[in-house]
């Protein structure tokens, strides 16, 4: 690969998302399987079916651009969901294991708001308004999810994880 | 391992997190000999050396708490640093290449963001609060370094790697 200039970059950096959010979907069942706390299961089933709309997004922008989204691997998220996997593997209570899913998962989420937050920069740079227009969308509801865990976490799971309630 | 409660999962991911900055600290020189925009590489040389403090301060945490810090590699830093490699390997325009490091060093600021605002409130709900102070301090130095390199994306490097300037 040559990266001659930005536009060559933006179509690297699509196409490491467009692979990072294929390999969530892969990996986020299993997860989901494990997590007990019923609001943490049901945002993270919400995301799982946010994820698939955003890999339909990303599709689309690419067709605008003329480009074709597959044939890379996104490294990052693979090391990512190793350690998630990891995780899972453990033998632990399960109210500490539905913490330390929230913590993997929103690794994941800043994982998109970096690269999310990237492409959407250098869309606007280069005057691609409808791709710039989707890519904000989908950083907000990044966002969104990382928010939402936050607030499971603080509310619900950590404190239940402390065995003092 | 067996997590058991959250001070466990806690000890887990400062583990996690003084493996993922002692693995920036090796890699974060050969980014920076590639870079070539003076503001970008000043960034760059500021954040290790903030890094070390960072190394330094985590050790701080683990003798407050009885702890020993080494004994674990976290899997999803080494992915993205495995990611940035590959990255650096390419041929590249140089202000091309300056736009993909900014990109990439986003990525490890926002691991850090997700796991030191993780850590941050387990310490807040566990009562620990001397590591709070510290781990704070620390995020807020995660958020300023990713938000010095936005700005430095936004007003050089983007730009110059248009080639339009």
Redesign the interface.
């Known amino acids: ?6 536009h ?2 933006f179509i ?2 699509l196409k ?1 998302i467009y692979s990072a959010e294929n390999q969530i979907l892969d990996a986020l069942p299993s997860v989901i399987e494990r997590a007990t706390d019923r609001r943490l299961r049901r945002a993270l089933e919400a995301h799982f079916e946010e994820t698939r709309n955003q890999v339909g997004t990303l599709e689309e922008i690419f067709r605008g651009l003329g480009e074709d989204p597959v044939g890379q691997t ?7 969901l ?2 998630s996997g ?1 995780l899972l593997q ?4 399960e109210d ?2 539905d ?2 899913i ?2 993997a998962v ?2 994941l ?3 998109e ?3 999310y ?2 492409v959407a ?2 869309a606007k ?2 005057g691609r308004d409808e791709a710039l227009t989707l890519l904000l969308e989908i950083l907000d509801e990044e966002k969104q999810a ?1 928010q939402d865990l ?1 607030e499971i ?2 509310t619900r799971v ?2 239940r ?3 003092l309630v």
Not at 74 to 80: A, D, E, S, T, V
Not at 90 to 93: G, I, R, V
């Open positions: 690969m040559h990266l001659e200039d930005l060559g970059l690297h950096e490491d996104c490294m990052g998220m693979q090391g990512l190793r350690e990891r453990n033998e632990a209570d500490v294991l913490a330390g929230i913590a929103q690794r989420e800043h994982y708001i970096a690269a937050g990237t920069t250098y740079i280069l990382d936050t976490a603080k950590n404190v994880a402390l065995h």
